[in-house]
């Protein structure tokens, strides 16, 4: 499967009067914006509340997330969460989702192995992410993996230069005008996936909670302190 470079990307179906973040969920059910959809079960929207002090944004939904319709509900994410807990992030103030929204994949028997997208997936689905951006004020953004990091910083960004780095958000955005301006910080590491293709899990593990535990030093010498919990 290959990126169609007719697609017309995502921009006509965010929906331009979004007052919030159920409105942009509810308008990507209709993205048709490259040719992902038209394998997919479901768009894999994010999910977290508004208020979230803490963005953390992946790649694209994998096997079990496509059925489920939710990012981070499989192997890596169940990861994830215990690197989460591990790096003393309150879980509560995590906002998750994924650069691209589609599953991309290709059969192989009766599994659906998972492809990496392309640059042309990831430029077709970057609106919904700036649109998701636009209903949040993060104080750490936390890129997972290199397909996350090319799509909010451009294609020379690579993890294994950047990460557990803090860099100024938006600033180190390849478009920082995209994005509401303010005063946080983007810490990229790798992808909880990664740990788990990893020859030396644990030694893998390990720098992914480092690298988290830089966005929670971030976060608990932030200014702006505890934000009530609710749902967009």
């Not at 977290?48 to 499989?74: S, Y």
């Not at 478009?175 to 909880?192: K, M």
């Not at 030396?200 to 200014?223: F, H, K, M, N």
Request: aromatic share 6%; charged share 20%; proline share 8%.
């Amino acid at each position: 499967m290959t990126a169609d470079e007719t697609s017309p990307g995502a921009q006509r179906f965010v929906p331009t009067d979004a007052r919030g973040l159920a409105d942009l969920r509810a308008g990507a059910v209709r993205c048709q914006g490259c040719e992902l959809h038209a394998d997919a079960s479901q768009v894999v929207f994010g999910r977290g509340d508004a208020t979230a002090r803490v963005v953390m944004v992946g790649e694209q939904p994998g096997d079990v997330e496509d059925r489920h319709g939710l990012p981070f509900v499989g192997p890596a994410g169940r990861l994830l969460r215990r690197a989460v807990d591990d790096a003393a992030i309150p879980v509560d103030q995590i906002y998750l989702t994924n650069a691209v929204k589609h599953f991309r994949f290709q059969l192989r028997g009766g599994r659906r192995i998972h492809q990496t997208p392309d640059r042309m997936h990831i430029a077709a689905c970057r609106p919904w992410l700036v649109a998701e951006f636009a209903m949040l004020r993060p104080e750490v953004v936390v890129v997972l993996g290199a397909t996350a990091g090319q799509a909010l910083l451009g294609p020379g960004f690579r993890v294994t230069r950047s990460r557990g780095v803090p860099m100024p958000w938006p600033d180190s955005a390849l478009r920082p005008d995209d994005f509401p301006a303010g005063p946080a910080h983007l810490v990229a590491t790798i992808h909880p996936s990664a740990v788990l293709r990893a020859d030396d899990q644990e030694t893998a593990y390990r720098g992914l909670v480092a690298d988290l535990g830089v966005a929670s030093r971030l976060i608990r010498a932030s200014p702006r302190g505890a934000v009530p919990a609710g749902r967009a």
